[in-house]
């Protein structure tokens, strides 16, 4: 007998893992301020400054260019105001970045995506061209997700840093969804191995590696002065104000950590499993032909409202989304399948995203109950069948 439900929306936000609770633990007992000159806020100075130098280091960056933030959000506006706007910069941003970035800088011009969902390199030089040969002034700033929340799709990142160094362009990278599910080939991590990331920003977001909530940070190229957004004390060297939260990012630290000794490849083959059963039932997996997050499923059952879904599902005692976890709680539709092209099925998605922890038997019970579910809907003649646009053999990319 299950005891509550199963939480099957990892993307929204991580269960909080074992070593992220004992490092915060470590951090609350503190007292002093880490601006503080006397002895205790030097304790705590230095332990805000090991979890710094840990997090930069896990990204192959100097510890003074690890600005510390409330969370992804605020690590992506500070990237867009700082490294964009205050220099006077024109901003180009994927069609299906995060509201984050989206709803931030709703004059950016929109990079087109393919059917997968994946950068159109072309449109993107385009554009850079455009842009490079409209005037004297800095290039463009272009912010790309290194995967996105809802499909999972990772960025072609080598090849968009490759056109940003070309072009004299500054590239953003909301990290924020792969940073804590890195697999040792994923595009993400070749990137960062092989130097080409090394002139971009990184956003980062602690809850969505395991750690806590409300806290993140903005990981530099270089140590150097940002315009900040909350000029406050002049904490964070004076790129933002505030007294730094130093449980959450101990915490932050621990997590990221932990969450680089895991093997993704489990959670990976579970995902697969579980999308043969979903298509099985009718669905059609959205982003199939590219490379993805080993967690994440984006499923569209043609014909089903997405509230529908989760209703349903809700119902039976599963916790799944239809996008985003950032839309006080309203289910509409998808923008990131709309860029994708996929029309009217932008409101028939479902996001499945795999928890850490997640136990092999609740991706099987949840197989199980997605397949009930869908039968159920089939009889009552909601189901469509597929649309040609839909088509195409799935494939399972980690």
């Avoid at 030097?42 to 997090?55: C, G, N, Q, S, V």
């Avoid at 940073?179 to 090394?198: C, P, T, V, W, Y």
């Avoid at 977001?205 to 409300?214: E, L, N, T």
């Avoid at 932050?252 to 039932?281: N, P």
Wanted: proline share 5%.
């Amino acid at each position: 007998m299950r005891e509550g439900p199963v939480y099957l929306d990892a993307n929204a936000t991580e269960p909080l893992r074992p070593a992220a609770r004992e490092a915060m633990l470590a951090g609350l007992e503190q007292t002093g301020n880490p601006a503080s000159v006397h002895a205790a806020g030097r304790k705590t100075r230095i332990m805000l400054e090991e979890a710094r130098r840990r997090i930069a280091a896990a990204f192959g960056r100097e510890a003074d260019g690890c600005v510390f933030t409330s969370g992804g959000t605020e690590a992506d506006t500070l990237a867009l105001h700082a490294l964009g706007r205050a220099e006077g910069r024109c901003i180009l941003v994927g069609a299906t970045e995060h509201d984050a970035i989206r709803r931030a800088v709703p004059e950016a011009g929109l990079i087109p995506v393919d059917g997968q969902g994946v950068i159109d390199r072309a449109a993107l030089e385009a554009m850079l061209v455009a842009h490079g040969a409209a005037g004297d002034g800095p290039g463009p700033l272009v912010c790309i997700m290194a995967a996105n929340n809802e499909t999972g799709v990772h960025a072609p990142l080598r090849d968009v840093a490759a056109l940003c160094r070309q072009h004299g362009a500054f590239l953003h990278v909301d990290a924020v969804q792969a940073a804590g599910r890195m697999q040792e080939q994923d595009e993400f991590s070749l990137a960062l191995k092989d130097g080409s990331l090394a002139g971009a920003s990184l956003a980062l977001s602690a809850h969505k590696m395991g750690g806590p909530k409300g806290a993140g940070a903005l990981l530099l190229p270089e140590d150097r002065p940002l315009a900040p957004l909350l000029p406050g004390g002049g904490q964070e060297r004076g790129r933002r104000g505030g007294t730094p939260a130093l449980a959450s990012h101990m915490g932050m630290a621990a997590a990221l950590e932990d969450s680089r000794m895991q093997d993704w490849s489990v959670l990976a083959a579970l995902r697969d499993e579980l999308e043969a059963v979903m298509v099985e039932a009718g669905v059609i997996i959205m982003g199939h032909g590219a490379a993805r997050l080993p967690n994440t499923v984006s499923a569209v059952l043609p014909g089903v409202a997405a509230q529908m879904q989760l209703m349903a599902l809700d119902i039976e005692g599963y916790c799944v989304s239809a996008g985003s976890a950032c839309s006080s709680g309203k289910v509409a539709r998808s923008h990131v399948l709309e860029a994708m092209g996929q029309g009217e099925a932008a409101g028939q998605a479902i996001r499945v995203s795999l928890p850490w922890n997640v136990r092999a038997g609740d991706v099987r019970s949840f197989g199980r109950a997605y397949g009930l579910m869908a039968r159920r809907f089939a009889e009552r003649g909601l189901l469509k069948r597929p649309t040609p646009m839909w088509g195409g053999p799935v494939t399972h990319e980690g």
